[in-house]
C-alpha cells in the first residue's frame, strides 16, 4: 500500500506540472497577450468588436475651461463606446506644449495622435516624414462632413495631413453705439474707412483700439490689405516664392497701411500696448473699432465688458481698385489633428482623431474658441454666441477663399521677419518699397 501512495503522489504531480502547463500556453500569459495584441490591432481599422485593446495617446493644450471640461466629457464619451480602444491625454500649456512637441517628434516619442498648428508649424513635420498623409482614409465620408476649405492650410504636396477642428477669421469689430451717437455709416470701401478714422479723431473717438507691442495684432492689418490688393492667390503664389513680394500689389497694401496711421486710425502708443490691453480699451466702450481675429470677439462678449451686446461683426473694408475678392479673409483652418506616421495603430488613430476634431469644432464653435471647420448642423444655435454666429455668417459663409495669417503660414524666422518689417511699416520707420524689397531679400531670395 505505502509504494501505491507514493506511485498516485507522483501521478497527481505529473498532472499538475501539464495542466500547468497547458494555461501558459493558453494565451493567457500577460506579455505574451499584449505583443499579439499590438501586432492585430495595428493591421485592424476597428478593434472594438474584437478581445484586442490598445491605447491610444493624445497630447493638447487645453489647461483650462471651458475646454478643458469638454475634452475630458468627449474622451469619457469615447472611452466608453470603445472599451478596446482606449485614449489617453496628456495637456502642456501652449508655450510650454509647442517646444515639448518639437522636441518629441525629433525624436521618435511623439504621441499616436498629435495637436498642432496649421501652416509653417507643422509643415517641418511632414517634411521630415514624421506625419501620416490621411488622403486614403478621407474617401468614407469625411470630406462631405467639413467646410470648404477646412483642409486648405494643413495641405502640403497635394496631400492632406491633419484634421483641423478650428478655424480664424478676419473680423471688423464696430461699436454701434458710437457708431449711432455720431451718425457713421460703417465703412464698405477703404476710402470710406479712412473718412470715418477722420470723423472720429476730430470728435476726440479713438477710431481703432491695437496693441502692436505683441507685433502678430498689428500684422493683421497688413495681411488683409494685400489680400484687398492682391487677392489670397496672389498672397499664396509670394507665400510659396512663386511670386514676388516686391509686386505692386503688396507695396500698394503697405502704403494703404501708412496712411491709416496718418489719419490717426490708432491711439498715441499703440505700439507699445500689449494686445490684451488693446482688447481691454476696447472693451471700455469708447473706441469705435477693433480688427483683429474672432478669437478676440470673446473678450467683448463676456461679463463685465463694457461693450457686451453692442458689438457687430463685418467684412474689412474692399479697396476700391484692388484685385482681390470682397469676401476673401485671412484665416482658415489654424489648429489641427495629426496622426503620427510611426504609430503601432494608424487606422485606430486616424478614426480617433477623425470622432476628436468633429467633436473639438463643435466644442470650441459653442465656447468662442474658434470658428468650427465640421458642418455643425448638429449644434444648437442658442447654445453659440450671437457675435460667433454673425461672423459665421457675414464673413465665412460664402467667401471665395481664406489665407492663413502669415505668422502662421511662414517657417519659424521667416514669421518673425515678417511681423518686424510690418511693425517698422507701422512706425515709419521704413517705406513700403523698402518693406517690399526686404521680404523678398530675407524670404524668398534664399528659397
Same mark, same amino acid.
Given at each position: 500500500?505505502?509504494?501505491?501512495?507514493?506511485?498516485?503522489?507522483?501521478?497527481?504531480?505529473?498532472?499538475?506540472?501539464?495542466?500547468?502547463?497547458?494555461?501558459?500556453?493558453?494565451?493567457?500569459?500577460?506579455?505574451?497577450?499584449?505583443?499579439?495584441?499590438?501586432?492585430?490591432?495595428?493591421?485592424?481599422?476597428?478593434?472594438?468588436?474584437?478581445?484586442?485593446?490598445?491605447?491610444?495617446?493624445?497630447?493638447?493644450? %487645453?489647461? $483650462? +475651461?471651458?475646454? *478643458?471640461?469638454? &475634452?475630458?466629457?468627449?474622451?469619457?464619451?469615447?472611452?466608453?463606446? @470603445?472599451?478596446? !480602444?482606449?485614449?489617453?491625454?496628456?495637456?502642456?500649456?501652449?508655450?510650454?506644449?509647442?517646444?515639448?512637441?518639437?522636441?518629441?517628434?525629433?525624436?521618435?516619442?511623439?504621441?499616436?495622435?498629435?495637436?498642432?498648428?496649421?501652416?509653417?508649424?507643422?509643415?517641418?513635420?511632414?517634411?521630415?516624414?514624421?506625419?501620416?498623409?490621411?488622403?486614403? %482614409?478621407? $474617401? +468614407?465620408?469625411? *470630406?462631405?462632413? &467639413?467646410?470648404?476649405?477646412?483642409?486648405?492650410?494643413?495641405?502640403? @504636396?497635394?496631400? !492632406?495631413?491633419?484634421?483641423?477642428?478650428?478655424?480664424?477669421?478676419?473680423?471688423?469689430?464696430?461699436?454701434?453705439?458710437?457708431?449711432?451717437?455720431?451718425?457713421?455709416?460703417?465703412?464698405?470701401?477703404?476710402?470710406?474707412?479712412?473718412?470715418?478714422?477722420?470723423?472720429?479723431?476730430?470728435?476726440?473717438?479713438?477710431?481703432?483700439?491695437?496693441?502692436?507691442?505683441?507685433?502678430?495684432?498689428?500684422?493683421?492689418?497688413?495681411?488683409?490689405?494685400?489680400?484687398?490688393?492682391?487677392?489670397?492667390?496672389?498672397?499664396?503664389?509670394?507665400?510659396?516664392?512663386?511670386?514676388?513680394?516686391?509686386?505692386?500689389?503688396?507695396?500698394?497694401?503697405?502704403?494703404?497701411?501708412?496712411?491709416?496711421?496718418?489719419?490717426?486710425?490708432?491711439?498715441?502708443?499703440?505700439?507699445?500696448?500689449?494686445?490684451?490691453?488693446?482688447?481691454?480699451?476696447?472693451?471700455?466702450?469708447?473706441?469705435?473699432?477693433?480688427?483683429?481675429?474672432?478669437?478676440?470677439?470673446?473678450?467683448?462678449?463676456?461679463?463685465?465688458?463694457?461693450?457686451?451686446?453692442?458689438?457687430?461683426?463685418?467684412?474689412?473694408?474692399?479697396?476700391?481698385?484692388?484685385?482681390?475678392?470682397?469676401?476673401?479673409?485671412?484665416?482658415?483652418?489654424?489648429?489641427?489633428?495629426?496622426?503620427?506616421?510611426?504609430?503601432?495603430?494608424?487606422?485606430?488613430?486616424?478614426?480617433?482623431?477623425?470622432?476628436?476634431?468633429?467633436?473639438?469644432?463643435?466644442?470650441?464653435?459653442?465656447?468662442?474658441?474658434?470658428?468650427?471647420?465640421?458642418?455643425?448642423?448638429?449644434?444648437?444655435?442658442?447654445?453659440?454666441?450671437?457675435?460667433?454666429?454673425?461672423?459665421?455668417?457675414?464673413?465665412?459663409?460664402?467667401?471665395?477663399?481664406?489665407?492663413?495669417?502669415?505668422?502662421?503660414?511662414?517657417?519659424?524666422?521667416?514669421?518673425?521677419?515678417?511681423?518686424?518689417?510690418?511693425?517698422?511699416?507701422?512706425?515709419?520707420?521704413?517705406?513700403?518699397?523698402?518693406?517690399?524689397?526686404?521680404?523678398?531679400?530675407?524670404?524668398?531670395?534664399?528659397?
Amino acid at each position: 500500500m505505502g509504494r501505491f501512495k507514493k506511485l498516485l503522489v507522483i501521478g497527481v504531480a505529473l498532472l499538475l506540472v501539464l495542466s500547468m502547463g497547458a494555461c501558459s500556453s493558453s494565451g493567457t500569459n500577460p506579455s505574451s497577450s499584449s505583443s499579439s495584441n499590438n501586432s492585430s490591432a495595428s493591421n485592424s481599422s476597428d478593434s472594438s468588436g474584437s478581445g484586442e485593446k490598445i491605447t491610444l495617446t493624445y497630447w493638447n493644450i %487645453y489647461t $483650462s +475651461d471651458p475646454l *478643458k471640461t469638454k &475634452v475630458k466629457e468627449m474622451l469619457d464619451k469615447w472611452n466608453q463606446d @470603445n472599451p478596446n !480602444i482606449q485614449i489617453e491625454q496628456s495637456i502642456t500649456e501652449n508655450d510650454a506644449y509647442k517646444t515639448k512637441i518639437k522636441a518629441a517628434i525629433a525624436a521618435n516619442e511623439a504621441p499616436d495622435i498629435i495637436q498642432s498648428w496649421c501652416g509653417g508649424f507643422s509643415k517641418p513635420f511632414v517634411d521630415a516624414g514624421k506625419i501620416l498623409a490621411l488622403d486614403d %482614409y478621407l $474617401s +468614407d465620408g469625411t *470630406k462631405d462632413q &467639413v467646410l470648404p476649405g477646412a483642409f486648405d492650410n494643413i495641405t502640403y @504636396n497635394g496631400k !492632406i495631413y491633419g484634421l483641423t477642428y478650428s478655424g480664424q477669421a478676419s473680423v471688423l469689430f464696430v461699436n454701434r453705439d458710437i457708431f449711432s451717437k455720431y451718425n457713421v455709416q460703417v465703412p464698405t470701401t477703404f476710402n470710406d474707412l479712412i473718412n470715418v478714422i477722420k470723423t472720429f479723431k476730430s470728435n476726440g473717438v479713438t477710431p481703432f483700439a491695437l496693441g502692436n507691442k505683441d507685433e502678430w495684432p498689428g500684422m493683421w492689418y497688413y495681411d488683409l490689405l494685400a489680400v484687398r490688393e492682391g487677392g489670397v492667390q496672389l498672397c499664396r503664389d509670394a507665400l510659396n516664392s512663386k511670386a514676388s513680394f516686391e509686386d505692386p500689389a503688396f507695396i500698394r497694401a503697405a502704403q494703404k497701411l501708412q496712411e491709416m496711421v496718418d489719419a490717426g486710425a490708432f491711439a498715441p502708443g499703440f505700439m507699445g500696448l500689449s494686445r490684451d490691453e488693446a482688447t481691454a480699451q476696447f472693451c471700455q466702450g469708447n473706441v469705435a473699432m477693433y480688427f483683429g481675429g474672432n478669437f478676440d470677439g470673446a473678450a467683448f462678449e463676456k461679463e463685465g465688458s463694457g461693450v457686451k451686446g453692442k458689438v457687430d461683426a463685418y467684412r474689412f473694408p474692399v479697396i476700391e481698385d484692388g484685385k482681390g475678392d470682397p469676401t476673401e479673409y485671412i484665416g482658415g483652418g489654424a489648429n489641427a489633428l495629426l496622426v503620427n506616421a510611426n504609430t503601432k495603430h494608424k487606422d485606430e488613430a486616424v478614426k480617433a482623431a477623425k470622432y476628436l476634431a468633429k467633436q473639438l469644432s463643435n466644442a470650441q464653435y459653442i465656447t468662442a474658441g474658434g470658428l468650427p471647420s465640421w458642418k455643425y448642423d448638429d449644434v444648437d444655435p442658442s447654445q453659440v454666441d450671437p457675435l460667433e454666429v454673425q461672423i459665421m455668417k457675414n464673413i465665412v459663409e460664402g467667401a471665395k477663399d481664406s489665407v492663413a495669417a502669415w505668422d502662421l503660414y511662414l517657417e519659424g524666422n521667416d514669421a518673425q521677419t515678417h511681423k518686424d518689417l510690418v511693425a517698422q511699416l507701422f512706425a515709419k520707420q521704413i517705406t513700403p518699397e523698402e518693406y517690399a524689397k526686404q521680404m523678398q531679400e530675407k524670404i524668398n531670395a534664399s528659397k
